[in-house]
């Protein structure tokens, strides 16, 4: 049964509305006598506010470059890598001089083709731009009968192709920073790669003209032949569901950290380019003069500093009542590092930036496991994944990451044995059934995601990298074995379809409709920064209702504030016999009010209570207490939104995290966006929603 909240107390009221810091030290003074104290609900979690300390916790690291109480400077700490067993310099992340480009790493380019193969693939090439109905007097035939020519120059002199591509960048003026994107220390090598593999006359080369350039349409889903497909038919009449315990599980759920160690204080904060607060960007109006400071804690147009955070690690665990018996488990959904251009990346930051985040994990919300999964900017070239069908040293070629960070969460203690040693030579992805009976599933979804170039290599066949096939297997294993499982990724496969390459997210809805509800419970992503969900039907979506909806996928806030964006995060209370959510809870911090505490050490950031999702909207749905907040009650939700506005926009308020920097939401947008909620797939949401409404920001 739900267990509810007490009153909110007269304190906690104050720090609700408090602006100003007079009220705060007000508040602070009530709570010294005992007045406005509160008790928590049995759960443990309370509507309440946490504010955290002013000063840096200097506790947190046993050694600092610079002082770690100093008011302007973010905190430069002193990380030692647990795995290679290295220090990171203080170059690496120093916001005054950190490296503007990396020529350290290793740059992989495709072998040179013999003459033999050359000439294979001109006639091959051939046939099919004879066969594409696409190809004609028109930006698209000109668009793939260029991507030929960039095919045969990285099949002949491979080590061009970057030159190639900043030239073809900069004569049509596909990007202001052709030369950060594409030259051999970025994309280039990469982009070689794609047009060395890909089908650029057929498919391949039409998705990447339609995405990436607008000069294409945009290819339809490829057909899938699911004959032989499941190696057993789905059970009719399913099995009798799990019967709730009534015991709850309290499980946290944060996403898209995107800490920025070289964030620097002071530096402008509403630059004109990517990355804000940063000492090497400005606004083109005044670029010897900042206009908006950058401050200590964050901004809208930035990533995570250290002061922030180590602030919102702080109030975790007295905001959700974790503080003496910490959560059942947590789970991550990717993301640790900035959105730095590419040439500033390099596998170090990302590894330096790999200890750091889950060493912060394991210390603040510990010591149970977090489950955690690739981000697409987890990794170096970000983005970037390459199937292992490429074979030899291409197929390997991101395999340092996937050893690193399997190791970084076998040195935390999160997993050990076979699934360590899968997710080190499947692209991160693992299965791990805990003791409790869940098994959690984590799959590595940049390899759909539309930024992956190499996803454009054999377009067509939505399991190039096969993981998938992994997903379909284990969820056999899980409905013979009578398990519940928990599905968690980065990207996800539906809301308005930007995102996801349409192929393989269609194959992904079709398994999650073979094996829910009985299987599946629940699914989690990250990515978009905002507060989303979307629900899978039966039947690929063909008849969208209470009765065919079939499992949700909860996308959670980011605790970046990227963009005009709140800093928040979730917890979700767990029936522990069912896995399903009986309710979930979301803390946000107001970004807007960060200039405010700079040049003091009194407080930091208050992370406040923001919804119950059971009572923000469920309040007119006929539906037992006790029961969970399943596909069908969110469907129920979707219809009453269709009926009363005010709740559609109370979702938008949501989605940002109550942003004073987020868009209006009008009619057509809040009708497209109940239309998201309902998508699954992208191929769904391009098929039936209207487009351009899916963020917030």
Not at 104 to 133: C, G, M, R, Y
Not at 142 to 151: I, T, Y
Not at 367 to 386: C, E, K, M, R
Not at 551 to 557: A, D
Request: with cysteine; glycine share 6%; aromatic share 12%.
């Amino acid at each position: 049964m739900l267990l509810g909240f007490k009153p909110v107390d007269p304190c906690t009221r104050i720090f609700l509305l408090a602006t100003t810091p007079m009220w705060r030290l007000l508040c602070a003074a009530l709570a010294a006598v005992g007045i406005g104290s509160v008790s928590g609900a049995d759960t443990g979690i309370v509507p309440s506010t946490y504010t955290a300390a002013g000063a840096f916790p200097t506790s947190a690291y046993a050694s600092y470059y610079n002082s770690p109480t100093a008011t302007s400077a973010q905190v430069q700490p002193v990380i030692s890598d647990p795995v290679t067993h290295k220090v990171f310099p203080l170059v690496l992340t120093d916001p005054n001089d950190f490296p503007k480009n990396d020529t350290w790493d290793p740059h992989t380019f495709p072998p040179a083709a013999s003459s033999t193969t050359l000439l294979e693939q001109a006639i091959e090439q051939i046939k099919v731009i004879a066969k594409n109905p696409a190809f004609g007097n028109n930006t698209c035939a000109q668009c793939q009968a260029g991507l030929e020519v960039a095919k045969f120059l990285a099949l002949a002199a491979p080590e061009q192709g970057p030159n190639l591509a900043v030239a073809i960048c900069e004569h049509f003026g596909f990007a202001p920073n052709c030369q950060q994107q594409y030259d051999w220390t970025a994309y280039g090598p990469v982009l070689t790669q794609v047009a060395s593999y890909g089908n650029l006359g057929g498919y391949d080369g039409q998705l990447l003209c339609w995405w990436f350039l607008s000069l294409c349409p945009m290819p339809p889903t490829s057909p899938l032949n699911m004959t032989g497909y499941f190696a057993k038919p789905k059970p009719d009449p399913l099995p009798p569901p799990k019967q709730p315990s009534g015991k709850l599980l309290k499980v946290l759920h944060v996403s898209d950290l995107h800490l920025d160690p070289r964030y620097a204080t002071g530096a402008e904060a509403n630059c004109t380019d990517n990355l804000c607060c940063r000492k090497n960007v400005n606004i083109t109006d005044s670029p010897q003069t900042v206009l908006f400071p950058a401050p200590r804690f964050g901004a809208y147009l930035c990533d995570t500093p250290y002061s922030l955070l180590l602030s919102a690690m702080e109030a975790i665990p007295p905001l959700t009542g974790t503080e003496e018996g910490g959560f059942n488990f947590s789970l991550f959904t990717g993301d640790i590092t900035p959105h730095d251009p590419e040439n500033q990346y390099s596998r170090a930051f990302v590894e330096y930036v790999e200890v750091v985040i889950y060493d912060v994990l394991k210390k603040y919300v510990g010591p149970a496991p977090v489950y955690a999964t690739l981000g697409n900017h987890d990794i170096y070239d970000q983005f970037q994944s390459a199937p292992y069908s490429m074979g030899g040293a291409l197929a390997t070629q991101y395999n340092w990451l996937y050893e690193h960070i399997s190791k970084m969460w076998e040195h935390e203690g999160w997993m050990s044995g076979s699934p360590i040693e899968y997710a080190r030579t499947h692209y991160a992805a693992y299965s791990v059934k805990r003791t409790d009976g869940l098994k959690i599933i984590s799959l590595n979804t940049n390899l759909w995601y539309n930024l992956n170039y190499f996803a454009y290599i054999n377009a067509t066949d939505p399991d190039t990298f096969g993981i998938l096939r992994f997903l379909a297997d284990e969820l056999q294993d899980s409905e013979d074995a009578q398990e519940r499982v928990w599905i968690i990724g980065h990207v996800l496969s539906g809301w308005d379809g930007t995102n996801t390459l349409n192929n393989p997210s269609n194959l992904f809805y079709q398994i999650v409709d073979r094996y829910s509800p009985h299987v599946i419970a629940n699914i989690f992503w990250g990515h978009t920064h905002e507060d989303q969900f979307s629900i899978f039907y039966a039947n690929n979506g063909t008849n969208m209702s209470a009765e065919t909806a079939q499992t949700v996928s909860w996308i959670g806030p980011s605790l970046t504030p990227l963009t005009n964006l709140n800093s928040g995060f979730r917890v979700y209370e767990v029936d522990s016999a069912t896995f399903d959510i009986v309710n979930a809870y979301t803390w946000v911090s107001k970004v807007n009010e960060y200039p405010s505490l700079d040049d003091q050490l009194e407080y930091g950031p208050s992370y406040f209570f923001e919804y119950s999702a059971r009572e923000a909207y469920g309040g007119d749905i006929d539906w037992p207490e006790d029961a969970p907040l399943n596909a069908t009650w969110w469907h129920l939700v979707t219809e009453q939104m269709e009926n009363n506005s005010s709740l559609a926009k109370l979702f938008s308020t949501y989605q940002s995290k109550s942003s004073a920097a987020a868009s209006e939401c009008d009619e057509e947008c809040l009708s497209a966006r109940i239309c998201y909620m309902r998508s699954g797939s992208a191929s769904l949401a391009w098929q039936n929603c209207p487009p351009n409404y899916g963020s917030s920001s």
